[in-house]
């Protein structure tokens, strides 16, 4: 018993015509014939009973009736899943955050995709660049956002913003009081800078970068977790640290002042996924990402020194 068989019972059952069923099938009259007679000789019933103006069912199609209701519904409703996840409007989709990353971006692309794609299930969790990089690889996630970082030959990325690393430091430090503050002018004061082994490549550049600009090597007295080192920092009076020009937007930082620094250390924010990943909610994901990338203005009017 084929689907297609029970298909056109059902239209002829509904239509009591075997001309309008099989217009609506889109099937020549004989063809319609033919898968009736088919079911029929398979059952080993008659289905229907002809008059000269309507097809009427018979005892056995009435039993028929329900169960080629159920079975078709099923095979629309499968349909209609398999046609929404080959477009990506169904299934699932896991996305790691970058724990120091761009949050405000990152939580508008995210948030945009569920609005467009209800259907699919997402899984988020949140990491360092590093172990983003190494959850993607090892399959854990479908996309993490990551600061730039050498990826790898399997691994692709698609760009969301650049942003500034700005001076955080005590309200009431000294430097505090200038609107940007000279690199230079970190000579020799204490450093509070994120794990090493949050990205590796990142923070070998940035240790390279105070070095050209101080003209010594930096005073790095600790290595700490973002909102660790504010709190150390506001604490110590003396110490700083350095922050996503992203945090501007947000709600200030108790005892911290955010400033500019001279010449600017820059920052990438990207992306990642398989570069052979074909799942199509990925493909959304990335379309999604695209779209905000081009409205996202944290790349305008910035000048400085690329890590």
């Known amino acids: 018993m084929e689907l297609r068989q029970l298909r056109a019972f059902l239209h002829v059952a509904n239509s009591r015509h075997f001309g309008r069923a099989a217009t609506a099938l889109k099937i020549t009259q004989p063809a319609l014939t033919q898968r009736i007679q088919a079911l029929e000789r398979e059952l080993r019933v008659q289905l229907f009973e002809r008059s000269a103006r309507e097809v009427h069912l018979t005892a056995a199609g009435n039993v028929l009736l329900p169960y080629a209701n159920t079975l078709i519904q099923v095979e629309d409703s499968a349909l209609r899943d398999l046609a929404d996840n080959a477009a990506g409007r169904a299934g699932s989709l896991r996305v790691s955050y970058l724990l120091h990353g761009d949050v405000a971006t990152q939580g508008k692309i995210v948030a945009e995709f569920r609005r467009r794609y209800q259907d699919v299930t997402v899984q988020t969790s949140a990491a360092s660049s590093k172990s983003n990089l190494d959850h993607l690889i090892s399959g854990a996630v479908d996309a993490a956002f990551i600061a730039s970082s050498n990826v790898g030959p399997d691994v692709a990325t698609r760009q969301m913003g650049r942003r500034a690393l700005m001076l955080a430091l005590p309200a ?61 920092v506001a604490a110590s009076g003396s110490a700083v640290t350095v922050a996503s020009s992203w945090r501007e937007s947000v709600a200030p930082i108790a005892g911290i002042a955010l400033r500019p620094l001279v010449p600017q250390p820059l920052l990438d924010h990207e992306i990642a996924y398989m570069r052979h990943n074909p799942s199509p909610a990925l493909q959304n994901l990335l379309r999604i990402t695209d779209e905000i990338a081009k409205t996202n203005h944290s790349t305008e009017a910035l000048e400085g020194d690329l890590l």
């Open 172 to 232: 009431d430090h000294p430097l505090a009081k200038l609107e940007r503050v000279p690199a230079t002018s970190l000579r020799g004061v204490p450093m509070i800078i994120w794990p090493r082994e949050w990205n590796p490549e990142i923070a070998t550049s940035f240790r390279q970068w105070l070095l050209r600009n101080l003209g010594e090597e930096p005073n790095i007295v600790a290595e700490e977790p973002t909102e660790q080192a504010f709190a150390a």
